[in-house]
C-alpha cells in the first residue's frame, strides 16, 4: 500500500524554524519526485516545493524561495523540508505528494505545480505567531 506521511509541524514564532518530515512507504523515492504543498484556509493550495533524487534538482515558489531548503535521504525513504525565517503567512496546512520522474522530465527544475500528483499524504499543521 502506498503512503505519504507528513510530520514535524507545531507552532512556533515568527522568525523561527521547523523541519517537516515526508515519509514514503509502498513505492521507493529512487523512481518518484516528491513535492510539498500548503493550504490555508480559505486560500487555494499553494506549490512550495519539489525535489528530485534522480538529478538532485529542487524547485521553490516564489513565496519560499531562500528560506526553505528540501532535501532527501533515500534510505530512509524520507524528504525533508527546513523552514527558515518563517512568517505568519506561512501558516497552512503541509502536504506532501509523490509523482514519477518520467512524469516531469526526471527533473523539478520546471515543476508544475499545477501538475497532479499521483500520491498525497495526510497534512500537518504549522503555525507561526506574529
Known amino acids: 500500500e502506498v503512503q505519504l506521511q507528513a510530520s514535524g509541524g507545531g507552532l512556533v514564532q515568527a522568525g523561527g524554524s521547523l523541519r517537516l518530515s515526508c515519509t514514503a512507504s509502498?513505492?521507493?523515492?529512487?523512481?518518484?519526485?516528491i513535492g510539498w504543498f500548503r493550504q490555508a484556509p480559505g486560500r487555494e493550495r499553494e506549490g512550495v516545493s519539489c525535489i528530485s533524487s534522480s538529478d538532485g534538482s529542487t524547485w521553490y515558489g516564489d513565496s519560499v524561495r531562500g528560506r526553505f531548503t528540501a532535501s532527501t535521504d533515500n534510505y530512509k525513504s524520507t524528504v525533508y523540508l527546513q523552514m527558515n525565517s518563517l512568517k505568519p503567512e506561512d501558516t497552512a496546512v503541509y502536504y506532501c505528494?509523490?509523482?514519477?520522474?518520467?512524469?516531469?522530465?526526471?527533473?523539478?527544475?520546471?515543476?508544475?505545480?499545477?501538475?497532479?500528483?499521483?500520491?498525497w499524504g495526510k497534512g500537518t499543521q504549522v503555525t507561526v505567531s506574529s
Open positions: 505528494a509523490a509523482i514519477p520522474f518520467f512524469r516531469i522530465g526526471y527533473s523539478c527544475a520546471g515543476f508544475a505545480p499545477e501538475r497532479g500528483m499521483n500520491y
Open positions: 509502498g513505492f521507493t523515492l529512487d523512481d518518484y519526485a
